[in-house]
């Protein structure tokens, strides 16, 4: 009997910001895939121009890669944004999410864009995960970060992944508190869970949730959210049957044990989370959005505009968000 060979995963990589780093660590990132992984065909979507294949490339390689060219609107200088360029890098990252909607991709990743940019140029945009959300029409999504930890890293006795949630993403921090509802944080552990579940394949997770004020709240003397709206939250989660617990405070939430048997921290802003998360896995990390249909992940990293062009970015970050949009595809087409 033949043996029946799986058809290959497709990954999309939106090459972003053409002034910055992600054009050239997208092509190296999925020239290395390509290498480790025989399973998956890579489009890179951008203007050609900045995606030359390497000469030398293995032919048999290069057949599951391929560009699928957007112009640029005006030509680029790397490290210098230029607002005329917005539009494409909307028109990569929305070609992306369509292609993954009408299933002619499997998952999408992005490589960085310069949101101030495309805010000078007239869009109002504050980052993929809001924009994913709006143009799949889901009212909450969630970014998490993760990244593998090392064996030995605070005592871990084998290697483990760090993964951090957030409750709300690109708000100024003096918005933060207002920002913050019941039912906001109770959606955020649900997401979690569930896609943490059905995403990740972790039967039971657990999850481990920050507070917002010092010393979480210091029982109502430093902030009354944790009394008020977090603690109820958390409870309303664990009455669901969700392994959550908390709040803790944020500049001690990630001890050595937690680490070790947490599946995901929850933090209330993006600097509670991603300061204490890229400090340690800076360059390995990946950014994934829950809450979605469709799949998408991210580089931990943005568009490096003092080094791009110079053939000196890791292209680290893009191959860990290539390999976890793999291993989440492929969870995907095992579900029933
Ligand atoms: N996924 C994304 O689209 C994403 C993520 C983070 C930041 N950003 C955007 O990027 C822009 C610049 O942000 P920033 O300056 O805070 O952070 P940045 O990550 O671009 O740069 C911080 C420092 O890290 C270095 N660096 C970053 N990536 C590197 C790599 N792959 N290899 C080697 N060195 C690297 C840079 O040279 C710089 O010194 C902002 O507009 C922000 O919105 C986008
Ligand atoms: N907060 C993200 C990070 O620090 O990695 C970054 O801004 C990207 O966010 P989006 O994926 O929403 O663009």
Redesign the pocket.
């Known amino acids: 009997m033949m043996k029946q060979v799986a058809p290959l995963v497709n990954l999309a990589i939106s090459t972003?910001e053409p002034a910055?780093?992600g054009p050239e660590?997208s092509l190296a990132a999925a020239v290395e895939f390509l290498r480790e992984q025989n399973g998956v065909a890579i489009t890179l979507l951008g203007d050609d121009q900045l995606l030359t294949l390497p000469k030398n490339i293995d032919p048999a390689l290069a057949s599951r890669l391929q560009v699928e060219s957007i112009k640029l609107k005006t030509p680029v200088v790397s490290g210098v944004l230029n607002p005329q360029n917005a539009q494409y890098v909307i028109a990569l990252l929305d070609q992306a999410i369509n292609g993954c909607q009408q299933g002619r991709f499997d998952a999408m990743v992005?490589?960085?864009?310069?949101?101030?940019i495309i805010n000078d140029a007239g869009t109002p945009f504050t980052?993929?995960t809001e924009h994913l959300a709006q143009r799949c029409n889901i009212s909450h999504v969630v970014m998490m970060l993760c990244a593998p930890l090392p064996t030995g890293f605070l005592g871990l006795e084998s290697p483990r992944d760090l993964r951090v949630a957030l409750v709300t993403t690109h708000v100024p921090l003096k918005d933060v508190p207002q920002a913050l509802s019941y039912d906001l944080i109770l959606e955020t552990i649900q997401i979690v869970n569930r896609d943490l579940q059905r995403k990740f394949g972790i039967a039971n997770p657990v999850i481990r949730m920050a507070g917002l004020n010092p010393h979480a709240g210091e029982s109502g003397y430093l902030g009354r959210e944790e009394i008020e709206i977090i603690t109820p939250a958390i409870e309303a989660a664990k009455a669901m049957g969700i392994q959550v617990s908390g709040p803790y405070p944020g500049d001690t939430m990630f001890d050595p044990e937690s680490v070790a048997t947490v599946d995901a921290f929850i933090a209330m802003y993006h600097d509670q989370g991603l300061a204490p998360f890229k400090f340690v896995t800076f360059?390995n990390g990946v950014?994934v959005t829950l809450g979605l249909q469709i799949i998408r992940t991210?580089?931990?990293?943005?568009?490096?505009?003092?080094?791009a062009g110079k053939g000196?970015?890791?292209?680290?970050?893009m191959l860990e968000a290539l390999r976890l949009a793999y291993q989440l595809a492929v969870n995907q087409r095992k579900q029933p």
Do not use: Y
């Open positions: 972003g910055g780093i660590v992005t490589a960085p864009l310069q949101k101030s980052g993929h360059g950014n991210s580089v931990d990293h943005g568009t490096a505009l003092d080094i000196i970015a890791d292209f680290g970050s």
